[in-house]
């Protein structure tokens, strides 16, 4: 004899087909940290080195580097001991964990990669104030697991690297001709002839390794992300006649 459902079962169905898997989590994650909450691009957070480093493609991936290893140990430490430590004090604390991370980069990179150490300078010991790294351990880090927590360190260090990476090599193109260059002082001699020339006769455009090049990039940047943001977003009406943004991937989802 079959019986229609009680409200509470009805309601358990409900909250049990609305709770996202893991890896769907995993893919929001992903998603924020490369694309839709990018720290460079979006969140506009540690542009002080972004700026300062990227003149050419190596420096920015050098530093990228050095970010996401420092994101992936204090995000793995602030998720681990998240339940332990008092809200009170939770900032120093957090602060303290970044800053040990960064002594162990930079130092590690100190001895190993001596001279690309020099040319970063002072911007290895700055990821202590790159708030991007505080923010994540704050606003994400200190309330989810530790799987979690690494899946955003990673994905969002990734995102700010790939920033980096590119600004970086449309800079060394543009002012310089090549790409690549020093590459040797980061992969070792195996790349000592990785260099890419453009041109024996190149006419360098001076103002794009300057600071003026990278503010002028970095625009340049966020507004092609925007750009590709809006043609993914169009006005439809609601039940209600009002005109609302729905993604192209929405759109879909409703016809089908």
């Not at 909250?15 to 909450?37: A, S």
């Not at 430590?85 to 001596?114: C, E, K, Q």
């Not at 070792?188 to 020339?197: L, P, Q």
Request: glycine letters at 8%; proline letters at 4%; aromatic letters at 8%.
């Amino acid at each position: 004899m079959s019986h229609s459902d009680t409200p509470t079962e009805k309601a358990t169905l409900a909250t049990t087909e609305k709770t996202p898997t893991r890896w769907q989590e995993y893919q929001k994650i992903v998603d924020n940290g490369l694309w839709k909450n990018n720290q460079a691009l979006v969140a506009l957070l540690g542009l002080c080195p972004l700026l300062a480093v990227t003149n050419n493609t190596v420096n920015g991936l050098s530093l990228g580097l050095a970010t996401l290893a420092v994101l992936l140990i204090s995000n793995g430490l602030v998720s681990l001991i998240r339940n332990h430590v008092s809200s009170d004090i939770r900032i120093p604390v957090f602060v303290a964990i970044i800053a040990t991370a960064v002594t162990i980069i930079d130092l590690l990179m100190n001895a190993y990669f001596h001279i690309l150490h020099g040319i970063l300078g002072i911007f290895i010991p700055l990821i202590v104030t790159n708030c991007a790294i505080l923010g994540r351990a704050e606003a994400y880090a200190s309330k989810n697991t530790l799987d979690k927590a690494l899946v955003d360190a990673f994905f969002m260090g990734l995102g700010f690297m790939l920033v980096l990476v590119v600004l970086g090599a449309l800079r060394e193109m543009i002012g310089n001709g090549t790409l690549f260059d020093h590459a040797h002082l980061l992969f070792g001699e195996v790349a000592t002839h990785w260099t890419i020339h453009f041109s024996d006769h190149y006419q360098s455009v001076l103002l794009a390794i300057l600071p003026p090049g990278a503010f002028i990039g970095l625009g340049l940047l966020i507004a092609f992300k925007n750009i590709l943001d809006a043609n993914k977003t169009t006005q439809h009406p609601n039940a209600l006649g009002i005109p609302v943004s729905v993604t192209s991937t929405q759109k879909t989802e409703t016809i089908s």
